[in-house]
């Protein structure tokens, strides 16, 4: 399956499947980009994905339902307009003959879920874990978010990580100043070059986020290493927001 992004706003990423002629997109935020290159590419939209309900994800689905020929599959929240079939945890869907589990995700927001294909290991968590980092707490709590993201890192090594935002370089000035290692810095260097030329750093790996994303409590700074693994999230997420 090829995987490609479509920029959206400052810093959203729209990820699109593509068999054939066909994508299936996922987190359409904003209809135009989309509609720009079902155009320039000669594309047709099949179905359109949809991890949580916040504007910069959902935003553009309304009106790309009237160019699509599939459905729209999403969280089980009313509040969103437009979805076709509501899925919770271990559903599984089937997208350009492409088969995906549902991991219910809570804690960015309540409603939030991933997609996951087994086959060549590919995860979209929209805002839960980014590279280096993770979803910010709006509608649950650390423990929650806490779980999701444990939920994700029982998914093997090679796990690719498509996320819904480009923050790794700030994420990484956040490491930095709280994890002293050699491979962190390399990856902040190589980050920062990436992004002064404008170039996406995503997708991820869970292999290597295990050794820069302190998140996943793999690799967390020295002074909160003896505390247990809920109160160690609390507090990198409380440091995070402070930074
Ligand atoms: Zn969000």
């Known amino acids: 399956m090829n995987i490609f992004d479509i920029p959206a706003f400052t810093d959203n990423y729209i990820w699109a499947i593509q068999i054939d002629d066909s994508i299936t997109v996922i987190d359409p935020g904003d209809s135009n980009p989309v509609l720009d290159i079902l155009e320039e590419k000669?594309?047709?939209?099949?179905?359109?994905?949809?991890?949580?309900?916040?504007?910069d994800h959902t935003g553009g689905l309304l009106e790309l339902k009237k160019y699509m020929s599939g459905k729209v599959y999403g969280p089980k929240n009313e509040n969103i307009d437009g979805i076709d079939t509501a899925l919770v945890e271990d559903d599984l869907i089937k997208?350009?003959?492409?088969?995906?589990?549902?991991?219910?995700?809570?804690?960015?927001?309540?409603?939030?879920?991933?997609?996951?294909?087994?086959?060549?290991k590919v995860?979209?968590?929209?805002?839960?874990?980014?590279?280096?980092?993770?979803?910010r707490l709006f509608e649950g709590t650390y423990d929650q978010l806490h779980g999701s993201i444990q939920k994700i890192n029982q998914l093997p090594d090679e796990t690719k990580i498509y996320c819904g935002h480009e923050y790794?370089?700030?994420?990484?000035?956040?490491?930095?100043?709280?994890?002293?290692?050699?491979?962190?810095?390399?990856?902040?260097t190589e980050t920062l070059k990436k992004r002064s030329m404008n170039q996406i750093t995503l997708p991820s790996t869970?292999?290597?986020?295990?050794?820069?994303?302190?998140?996943?409590?793999?690799?967390?700074?020295?002074?909160i290493k003896s505390l247990k693994d809920e109160d160690c999230f609390k507090e990198l997420r409380i440091r995070k927001d402070n930074f």
């Open 206 to 223: 869970l292999k290597i986020e295990r050794k820069i994303n302190p998140f996943l409590l793999e690799t967390v700074p020295d002074d």
């Open 168 to 188: 790794t370089l700030s994420n990484l000035e956040f490491v930095i100043s709280q994890i002293n290692s050699e491979f962190i810095k390399k990856k902040y």
């Open 123 to 135: 995860l979209f968590c929209g805002d839960t874990l980014f590279s280096a980092g993770c979803g």
């Open 42 to 55: 000669k594309l047709k939209l099949k179905d359109i994905l949809i991890t949580h309900h916040h504007y």
């Open 95 to 120: 997208t350009l003959g492409h088969e995906f589990r549902i991991i219910e995700t809570p804690g960015h927001t309540l409603d939030h879920i991933a997609f996951y294909n087994k086959q060549t």
